[in-house]
């Protein structure tokens, strides 16, 4: 009898709806704190408990494996919650931000970015609303990182004197004369 009950407490634990937080930077220079403290004092308002963090050191131009997005799927299903402290720490463009979100949505898991005040559903992922909010949150904070690359880079040239970017590369391409094709 007493192995029955611990054997329905264990099942039943396992099938409980968890939340996970994932947090992620992209230097060794950063830390998780501050995504930590957003999330943490989102719950406490929210009265909810983080079940697992994912803590990730990648940069977001890196693939979603690297990233460790494949993962955090993987171990997602449905009914649980995944936090994350603003949109931007989920993907670097604007379409593979909606796209996680449509994936988490279409398996019922809750996503809730704090800083954005966002917290879809999958009964509220089909309104007009959430689908505006989500794009134009997310082309912003592409739009943001794209201007801070780029004020970096002029800094950095007008500190050195050198022109930064991508060494140009031979005069003629191969695909000279071929810009009707493309």
């Known amino acids: 009898k007493n192995n ?16 996970i937080a994932y947090v992620r930077v992209s230097t060794d220079d950063q830390d998780y704190r501050n995504q930590k403290f957003e999330i943490l004092n989102y719950c406490d308002r929210s009265g909810m408990k983080v079940d697992r963090w994912l803590e990730v050191e990648m940069s977001s131009r890196r693939s979603a494996k690297d990233r460790r997005i494949d993962e955090l799927l993987a171990n997602l299903k449905s009914n649980d919650r995944l936090l994350v402290s603003e949109l931007s720490r989920l993907g670097r463009s604007t379409g593979e931000v909606i796209q996680l979100i449509k994936t988490l949505t279409d398996q ?16 509220n992922n089909k309104d007009m609303t959430s689908k505006v909010m989500v794009t134009i949150f997310s082309l912003l904070a592409e739009l943001e990182r794209d201007l801070i690359s780029e004020r970096t880079k002029m800094g950095l040239a007008r500190a050195s004197g050198k022109k930064l970017g991508r060494p140009k590369g031979p005069e003629k391409s191969k695909l000279d004369g071929k810009e009707d094709v493309i």
């Not at 019922?108 to 009964?123: D, H, L, P």
């Open 4 to 19: 029955i009950k611990i054997n329905l407490f264990v099942e039943t634990t396992l099938n409980m709806p968890k939340t």
């Open 108 to 123: 019922k898991i809750e996503f809730v970015a704090v800083k954005q005040g966002f917290r879809i559903t999958s009964q």
